[in-house]
């Protein structure tokens, strides 16, 4: 009985201790000891037109839904700080609503 307390003793410690290390140190970034830690490079902004592409995807190809995704690939075009220049996303939500969700 005394065994069985002791090692379940020592396996909660073992635990607490793994569970206590920082996942911020180096060590556990995976990055060697006293090198600098490497900072991701950004992606460049998606232009609108690949905006208005990646949420085409979204709006079903059936013949009524033609018009949505003729108005998202011409708003796709128009610069967004443009005068009278759609969002995106309005177009998408309308196409929503009419019933031209791309189904799974």
Same mark, same amino acid.
């Given at each position: ?10 396996? @909660?410690?073992? $635990?607490? +201790?793994?569970?206590?290390?920082? *996942? ?6 995976? %990055?060697? #000891? ?17 905006? @208005?592409?990646? $949420?085409? +995807?979204?709006?079903?190809?059936? *013949? ?6 003729? %108005?998202? #690939? ?6 967004a700080d443009a005068a009278g220049a759609?969002?995106?996303?309005t177009i998408v939500a309308a196409a929503? +609503?009419?019933?031209?969700s791309k189904k799974p």
């Amino acid at each position: 009985m005394i065994k069985h307390s002791t090692v379940l003793s020592v396996l @909660a410690v073992a $635990l607490l +201790a793994a569970c206590s290390k920082s *996942p911020d140190s180096p060590a556990a970034a995976g %990055q060697a #000891e006293g090198q600098p830690a490497q900072a991701s490079t950004p992606r460049p902004p998606q232009t609108r037109e690949a905006k @208005a592409q990646g $949420l085409m +995807a979204l709006i079903d190809t059936a *013949p009524q839904c033609q018009e949505y995704r003729q %108005q998202l #690939e011409e708003a796709g075009k128009v610069p967004a700080d443009a005068a009278g220049a759609v969002d995106l996303n309005t177009i998408v939500a309308a196409a929503h +609503a009419a019933g031209c969700s791309k189904k799974p």
